[in-house]
């Protein structure tokens, strides 16, 4: 039998948390173990010694099946088993035990050492479990989750994401083309190369915002987030999942948010800041083709009476009355925008002054055919200045400032006409 030599050997293997255990492949009887060899199982180490390992085992029972095992262990440099040994007390160690085998002064042994995985397997357990649980809250809190299988194409909708676009959890094929045909035709390149980006590292996360169409045609603003979460063996991306949030809501208050910073809300025309950042572009624009920009400032005869006589709803009913009219004249270049009160702004581009009297002047005339009775008021005017690029100014501000002195002396000469400004 093989002795221990030293005792700084058996001190040394004493100190171990795992406990070891030398075999007789034969008779599987335990020939020497450490001290966390018995101590772990509640015995003392004179009821261990000696005693077929077997009796230890719960999931190994008699020789033959000893004989099996004991054959793996030989053909095996290191064989790795995961069962139960038994506690004095009636209870049970789950238990994963490496065995070598070796051989010293003619005789073979084993060397047995074996973990208490208890803790561990616990730990797995509520892993399984929290990792179901996780993807379940993921599940609920989001609109949607997938995974894409790059090799194959085969991507995962979860029921969530289906029912967002307006399919049932049945229908939807499993591939790319299943996401990518729903994304909106002016989003698609955009959202693709965002994530290939990602897959060929060149992004640390896919990330998007954008439409997809729902079986129904209608439009679900989405924000779109993944990531690569599995490898193969040389790094090479496998596996992408993400999730899915609706944000149509969000966008739909984003964009009436940006309508009430740019658009009148009794008009629903552009309001000044708007209609000067147009008047700058139009205006970078006919400077580049050297072509002709004229400004029509139109400002509504004794508004203030209507007010007075009528009161603000139906000076309020005029305003709008009058917009319709001008908005339906303009060409599709022309853009009108309300300057504030009852003053309004028109930029005609590559039109030159001599063609936007003949345009102001039908202005005048439509207005003089409405039947203003119908609408309980007296019959309403304007008076309009013209100022044109390059004749009158080079920015903007000088333009519609030689247009509004224009509005002014039309005013002072009777109202209800054009007048273009001075040079």
Known sequence: MLKLQTKELSTLFDHMLDCVYLIDPETSRILWCNRSGYIELGFEKKEILNQSVLSLQKDVQGLPQWQEVRQVILDNNGYTFVGRHRHKKKGEIAIEVITTHFSYQGHLYFLSVARNINNRLALEKDMQSRNHNIWFALNEASDGIWEWELATDHVFFSPQLKKMLGYGPDEMPPTLESWSNNVHPEDIDRVITTLKDHIQGRRSQYEAEYRLLNRNGHVVWVHD???????????????????????????????????????????????????????????????????PLTFAVIDFDNFKEVNDIYGHQKGDEVLILITQVLRESLRGSDYLYRWGGEEFVILLPETELD?????????????????????????????????????????????????????????????????????
């Open 225 to 291: 987030q993944g990531k690569v979460c599995e490898r193969d063996d040389k790094g090479n991306p496998t596996h992408v999942a993400g999730m899915v949030q609706d944000i149509t809501e969000r966008k739909q208050l984003e964009e009436q948010l940006q309508r009430l910073a740019s658009h009148d809300a009794l008009t629903q025309l552009p309001n000044r800041r708007a209609g000067e950042e147009h008047a700058a572009y139009l205006l970078a624009m006919a400077k580049r083709k050297q072509t």
């Open 355 to 423: 063609n936007s009297l003949i345009v102001t002047n039908k202005w005048h005339q439509t207005l003089k055919q409405i039947n203003w009775a119908e609408h309980n008021l007296s019959p309403v005017t304007i008076s309009i200045g013209l100022s044109a690029y390059p004749t009158h100014g080079d920015t903007p501000f000088q333009l519609f400032q030689s247009a509004d002195r224009a509005v002014y002396e039309a005013k002072a000469k009777g109202r209800n006409q054009t007048l273009i400004a001075k040079a």
